[in-house]
């Protein structure tokens, strides 16, 4: 998952050209101490081949494979340019998302950029941005906290026994339309895992639409009071 600190990433940078920026974009790769000066002609190689341009103001530099020789350690560095920089495709850009891969880490990165290239205004928002915080805000996957309210709560459901009671909680997921019958079958032939305290645990990655949280408990035992 790319995730983005303040070390991470270079304001105000300015180049003439796109060479000049992605010899920038490199120089910051061999000080962070990911590659090797010679990842320099890795990045100008894959340029050659095609851009790297992502849109939205956006370019993701990354090497050859034949390159990935003098990669060190798998690493990011992000370019900001206020002024912007032509590339070699006639596109504006502002932002150098620049990849040091060790293997095919640049897809996942490209992957988790993708909510960015569609929203209205992000590549003026990049080219403002006056402190670390804001471009990593700009270019990070907002976080999605599962749903938890009333509708995925099932309180004092009769159940006989732990499966029962699991398929309660995932029956509430399906009827807040947080899941499909795919996430009920799923579930239905998995055990729960024992995490202590009374709490068990069911879980799985299929039939999803929405993060949430279904939590079912049986009705609360009254101990036994001997009649007066």
Not at 42 to 58: C, K, M
Not at 69 to 75: A, D, E, N
Not at 105 to 123: F, K, N, P, S
Not at 197 to 211: E, F
Request: charged share 20%; glycine share 6%.
């Amino acid at each position: 998952m790319l995730t983005l600190g303040s070390d991470d990433i270079l304001l105000d940078c300015h180049a003439d050209d796109w060479q000049s920026a992605l010899n920038s974009a490199a120089d910051a790769l061999v000080a962070a101490g990911f590659v090797e000066p010679d990842y320099r002609d890795g990045l100008h190689d894959r340029e050659a081949q095609s851009s790297t341009f992502l849109g939205n103001a956006i370019a993701i530099p990354h090497g050859t494979p034949e390159s990935r020789q003098y990669v060190k350690q798998t690493g990011v560095r992000v370019l900001q340019f206020p002024h912007g920089v032509q590339w070699h495709d006639g596109q504006q850009v502002h932002v150098l998302v620049t990849i040091a891969a060790q293997n095919d880490e640049h897809l996942d990165i490209l992957r988790q950029l993708t909510h960015v290239l569609d929203r209205e205004g992000v590549a003026e928002q990049l080219a403002n941005a006056t402190s670390a915080a804001d471009v990593a805000r700009l270019l990070s996957k907002p976080m999605v906290m599962p749903r938890l309210d009333n509708d995925t709560l099932c309180v004092g459901f009769p159940a006989k026994d732990l499966q029962e009671l699991t398929l309660a909680a995932a029956a509430r997921l399906r009827q807040s339309g947080c899941v499909d019958n795919t996430f009920i079958s799923a579930i239905a032939s998995i055990e729960p895992t024992w995490l202590g305290n009374g709490l068990w645990l069911a879980s799985h990655p299929h039939g999803v639409a929405q993060p949430a949280l279904g939590v079912a408990k049986p009705p609360v035992r009254k101990p036994n009071v001997p009649a007066c």
